[in-house]
């Protein structure tokens, strides 16, 4: 009898646990978030007073992350968006467009690089056409109200394999040079 009240109990308390874990899984993604936003093909139409103070999402590859006091700015090579969001690596950078987001509050960007990718969505604060080194570029800039990084898919974490720089598992003796923690599974980027 008390076993049975015992699992009764631990059932309801699995079950429980199990639906408020698929419950925080919700599948929304920068795209559904912000359904209302212009995405590229609209934004390319438009011209540079009408796109001023509308709600766009853009994104492409990060060349530069810059923490301004308050704010963190990133400037991106614009590529063509996704469903999702997610820059098109394939179709390759948009010819002369650039884009200068502002990010207010707590941005953590520690493990984001150049060469990482990035979406923003937010209000265009201004669009210039400027002449660099002859050739004319369109830089939009804008203040984000949600964004999202991407890693580069292309740099992905490469595993030693079994034995590899391992003083105990194949010379079962110490050599200095190897170092502390470079083992048979110490991860590194190539």
């Known amino acids: 009898m008390m076993v049975n009240q015992?699992?009764?109990?631990?059932?309801?308390?699995?079950?429980?646990?199990?639906?408020?874990?698929c419950a925080s899984f919700n599948g929304q993604n920068i795209s559904t978030n912000n359904p209302d936003a212009y995405g590229d093909a609209q934004v390319s139409m438009m011209s540079d007073k009408e796109l001023v103070g509308k709600e766009v999402m853009l994104g492409g590859k990060i060349t530069t992350l810059n923490p301004q006091g308050d704010k963190v700015r990133v400037e991106v090579v614009r590529y063509e968006l996704d469903?999702?969001?997610?820059?098109?690596?394939?179709?390759?950078e948009m010819a002369d467009n650039r884009l200068v987001v502002d990010i207010y509050g707590n941005v953590r960007t520690n493990?984001?690089?150049?060469g990482d990718y990035f979406t923003a969505v937010g209000l265009v604060k201004s669009v210039d056409d400027v002449s660099i080194?002859?050739?004319?570029?369109?830089?939009?800039?804008?203040?984000?109200?949600?964004?999202?990084?991407w890693r580069d898919p292309r740099r992905e974490v490469y595993y030693d394999d079994f034995g590899f720089n391992s003083p105990a598992i194949r010379y079962h003796h110490y050599n200095s040079y190897w170092g502390f923690g470079f083992g048979p599974y110490f991860p590194y980027y190539y």
């Open 83 to 92: 469903k999702d969001g997610y820059p098109i690596i394939k179709s390759g």
């Open 133 to 149: 080194g002859g050739e004319k570029v369109r830089i939009i800039m804008m203040d984000a109200k949600d964004y999202e990084f």
């Open 111 to 114: 493990s984001y690089y150049p």
């Open 6 to 21: 015992i699992s009764k109990i631990m059932s309801a308390v699995f079950l429980t646990l199990f639906i408020v874990g």
